[in-house]
């Protein structure tokens, strides 16, 4: 996340907060939002995805900001409030119809299943596979590192089963993680076009180099068209994601900069204690990342505020690092 060019002046009223969570400060020039979890730093290289099948995760337990690197920061580019009313995704607007159908599972003969009617199974693979495939085309043209989640189909939809509210469920969790490809696809499209990634392709008459790439492979017009319109491409604060944390002086070894974050709308927050509040002010190029220290006295007013003697002084603490 090296940092290129001078951060602009942050709107601390408007645009900025700063927070408190798990007792350390974070601050976002970009997000207002107050309700916020963010996580404790998890310095493993465990996968997020690893234990999927086992633990029945859904995608709620990723509606929330992720502290970046390279293999799994894209989850910040996941929307919160995603829409499916158009291409490619129209198909997901609706509860899937569902059947009984007399399958033979055992000696006894045949068992009554429910499992989706064959159009609606038919769409729903063919709307996987699509973004599956352009994920894994971006991915491998441009060289961008990063974990592919489970595909939807893991998670049941595909799948009969003997309890019609059990195959409703598992419908609407495979449903929903169709958002998280989303955020990925969402991701590849925009780092794709970064100068570090983006160097032997040249857009032609405005047409982004992505575009054009999966063009090449095969991917219809139609599909890419409603892609542009999609929540996939609108980068606009309007479209509210996830968001990435970070600490800003151990950031210098990334290939995107904090201000790729900020031009994207990508929501940001960092660690702000007196190690980074030193960093930011040192650096030039960081310096209207500082806050007002009025907003940080505001945060560790609130916290203090009920909290015991050991709490202040732990929280105290963290703050002189």
């Given at each position: 996340?090296?940092?290129?060019?001078?951060i602009?002046?942050?709107?601390?009223?408007?645009?900025?907060?700063?927070?408190?969570?798990?007792?350390?400060?974070?601050?976002?020039?970009?997000?207002?939002r107050?309700?916020?979890?963010?996580?404790?730093?998890?310095p493993?290289?465990?996968?997020?995805?690893?234990?999927?099948?086992?633990?029945?995760?859904?995608?709620?337990?990723?509606?929330?900001?992720?502290?970046?690197?390279?293999?799994?920061?894209?989850?910040?580019?996941?929307?919160?409030?995603p829409s499916?009313?158009s291409?490619?995704?129209?198909?997901?607007?609706?509860?899937p119809?569902?059947?009984?159908?007399?399958?033979?599972?055992?000696?006894?003969?045949?068992?009554?299943?429910?499992?989706?009617?064959?159009?609606?199974?038919?769409?729903?693979?063919?709307?996987?596979?699509?973004?599956?495939?352009?994920?894994?085309?971006?991915?491998l043209?441009?060289?961008i590192?990063g974990?592919?989640?489970?595909?939807?189909?893991?998670?049941?939809?595909?799948?009969p089963?003997?309890s019609?509210?059990?195959?409703?469920?598992?419908?609407?969790?495979?449903?929903?993680w169709?958002?998280?490809?989303?955020?990925?696809?969402s991701?590849?499209?925009?780092?794709?076009?970064?100068?570090d990634?983006?160097?032997?392709?040249?857009?032609?008459?405005?047409?982004?180099t992505?575009?054009?790439?999966?063009?090449?492979?095969?991917?219809g017009?139609?599909?890419?068209?409603g892609?542009?319109?999609?929540?996939?491409?609108?980068f606009?604060?309007?479209?509210?994601?996830?968001?990435v944390?970070?600490?800003?002086?151990?950031?210098?070894?990334?290939a995107?900069?904090?201000d790729?974050?900020?031009?994207?709308?990508?929501?940001?927050?960092?660690?702000?204690d007196?190690?980074?509040?030193?960093?930011?002010?040192?650096?030039?190029?960081?310096?209207?990342?500082a806050?007002?220290?009025?907003?940080v006295?505001?945060?560790?007013r609130?916290?203090?505020?009920?909290s015991?003697?050991?709490?202040?002084?732990?929280?105290?603490?963290?703050?002189?690092?």
């Open positions: 996340m090296s940092q290129r060019t001078d602009p002046q942050v709107n601390w009223s408007t645009d900025g907060s700063v927070i408190v969570s798990n007792g350390r400060i974070f601050v976002s020039p970009n997000s207002k107050r309700d916020v979890n963010l996580p404790p730093e998890q493993s290289l465990t996968s997020p995805f690893q234990y999927h099948k086992e633990k029945r995760i859904t995608v709620h337990a990723f509606n929330r900001p992720v502290w970046w690197n390279n293999l799994w920061g894209w989850l910040g580019f996941m929307p919160l409030s499916f009313l291409v490619p995704f129209q198909c997901l607007t609706w509860k119809k569902v059947e009984e159908a007399q399958i033979n599972t055992s000696k006894d003969g045949p068992e009554i299943r429910y499992r989706m009617v064959t159009d609606d199974l038919t769409t729903w693979t063919n709307t996987e596979n699509s973004i599956i495939q352009a994920c894994s085309v971006l991915r043209a441009y060289k590192p974990e592919m989640p489970p595909r939807p189909s893991e998670f049941g939809y595909s799948a089963l003997r019609l509210n059990g195959f409703n469920s598992r419908a609407t969790i495979s449903r929903d169709f958002v998280v490809w989303m955020g990925f696809l991701y590849l499209i925009c780092i794709s076009q970064h100068p990634y983006n160097r032997k392709y040249k857009a032609e008459n405005g047409i982004p992505w575009f054009k790439r999966l063009q090449q492979e095969g991917m017009d139609k599909w890419l068209e892609l542009v319109k999609s929540v996939v491409c609108d606009d604060s309007s479209v509210p994601r996830n968001g944390i970070f600490k800003l002086s151990e950031s210098e070894s990334n995107v900069s904090v790729w974050f900020l031009k994207h709308n990508i929501p940001i927050w960092f660690l702000f007196s190690k980074e509040e030193k960093w930011i002010k040192n650096n030039r190029l960081l310096r209207n990342l806050p007002p220290q009025a907003m006295n505001d945060a560790l609130e916290l203090f505020n009920g015991s003697v050991m709490v202040k002084t732990i929280i105290n603490l963290s703050y002189l690092n």
